[in-house]
């Protein structure tokens, strides 16, 4: 799936990035404010009581997701919509050890395609850098904060949501309570008549199901906005399906696409085997999260998911938590899934991360090239839920987050 997970296995944890977008504003990048200019505290975002007509952002009108006003609205995501608790339990937060090391920020380099190289520190400010952990051997080396962001904030982690999603799918495989070469409508006969009718639960795991459905998000006839129009909890002007479910049955095959050939990238999935994840385990994605790590490896912060109107988790891309949190999910992979002497995470899954993932699927041909800006249609990049921080491990490079945001 997404590449973002990938920094976390590194323990360079959770680069979260709110900054322009064609997505959130479609002025080209040269004319967006800077990341001072931006500041949500500069800004006076939702301060006051209440908050003056000019600094009220909403949901309903969609000014909380529009650049410069999402750097605010990603700390605050559960102010705007309804949202499910994955808890962290009663006990204690088990701190991190801490051994900061000041001279990160001054480390030089020369970012790709630029004359002149630049700080670690400048880099975070050009990049619109909300946060940073880094964690070294398990120990806090480097933490950074800006913006709306504080040590004890959540952040939306936006697509990061789909390798939690992807793990616990991954956990159930391991354990024999998902069975990923049966059909996906072994646990989901709702989906039967739609595009995950003929499918196998691996191939959604591995995003190489052939959906006819575009994540394009310059596109205003793409289908991500039917998409997210019917995963929205407020009623929606226009919307012709309430609830994630409901949309992802009226999703219907590519012609021509071969399922299990190439990976495309597409949220449904993700979704898609949130449902799969649910159904099979007999809870929802946000307890099982709870249950099964948030409360098993000492979280300082509760997480919690975005939920639709059915009150659905949003399993591809409604997580919001605190940054050293991520950085414990990190750790614990990074660990062989072992926290204090306790298998949480089956060792066969961490192997499996661990030996990457398809090149054939990431390198073939899709249904359409990308080009002129659009997505490809069935092609891509290759990480699956189970792998979703394989190539990263391997090849160390920042998360995608920093270059796409998808929701």
């Known amino acids: 799936m997404t590449h973002a997970f990938a920094a976390v296995a590194l323990a360079l944890v959770l680069l979260s990035m709110s900054g322009p977008s064609r997505a959130a504003d479609k002025a080209p990048p040269t004319s967006a404010p800077d990341t001072e200019a931006s500041d949500p505290r500069v800004l ?33 995501m559960r102010e705007f919509l309804p949202t499910v608790e994955v808890s962290r339990g009663l ?18 380099f020369t970012p790709t395609g630029a004359r002149a190289p630049m700080t670690w520190k400048a880099s975070l400010a050009a990049n619109y850098t909300d946060g940073l952990v880094v964690l070294h051997r398990g120990r806090l080396v480097y933490e950074f904060y800006a913006g709306e962001l504080r040590e004890d904030r959540s952040h939306a982690a936006m697509s990061v949501t789909k390798s939690l999603t992807g793990t616990l799918a991954a956990m159930l495989a391991a354990e024999g309570v998902i069975d990923p070469a049966a059909p996906v409508t072994r646990y989901v006969p709702e989906l039967a008549g739609s595009a995950f009718a003929d499918v196998r639960v691996r191939d959604v795991m591995d995003m190489t199901t052939c959906l006819r459905y575009s994540e394009d998000y310059a596109d205003p006839k793409a289908e991500i906005w039917e998409y997210a129009k019917a995963s929205n909890p407020l009623p929606q002007p226009g919307a012709e399906v309430v609830g994630t479910t409901a949309y992802l049955r009226t999703l219907q095959p590519e012609p021509g696409c071969r399922v299990g050939e190439a990976f495309a990238y597409k949220t449904p999935n993700a979704d898609a085997l949130g449902w799969i994840v649910a159904r099979a385990s007999g809870t929802s994605v946000a ?17 919690y998911f975005q939920v639709d109107a059915t009150g659905m988790p949003v399993a591809g891309g409604g997580f919001s938590a605190g940054l050293r949190d991520m950085a414990r999910f990190g750790q614990l992979l990074l660990d062989g899934g072992s926290w204090q002497g306790e298998q949480l995470i089956p060792r066969a899954v961490v192997e499996d991360i661990r030996k990457g993932g398809s090149r054939a699927a990431f390198a073939r041909p899709g249904m359409r090239a990308w080009s002129a800006g659009r997505i490809a249609t069935c092609g891509g990049s290759h990480t699956t839920p189970m792998a979703h921080s394989r190539r990263a491990a391997s090849t160390a490079r920042p998360s995608t987050s920093t270059r796409r945001r998808r929701w």
């Not at 939702?46 to 750097?71: H, I, T, V």
């Not at 709870?290 to 098993?296: C, D, F, K, V, Y």
């Open 91 to 108: 006990g204690a937060p088990v701190p991190l050890p801490v051994a900061l090391d000041g001279a990160i920020d001054a480390i030089r």
């Open 44 to 76: 006076g975002w939702m301060q006051g009581f209440p908050p003056p007509p000019d600094k009220r952002l909403s949901a309903a009108d969609g000014s909380f997701f529009r650049f410069p006003a999402l750097r605010w609205s990603v700390v605050h």
């Open 287 to 303: 307890t099982l999260l709870s249950e099964r790590i948030w409360r098993r490896i000492g979280m300082e912060q509760a997480g």
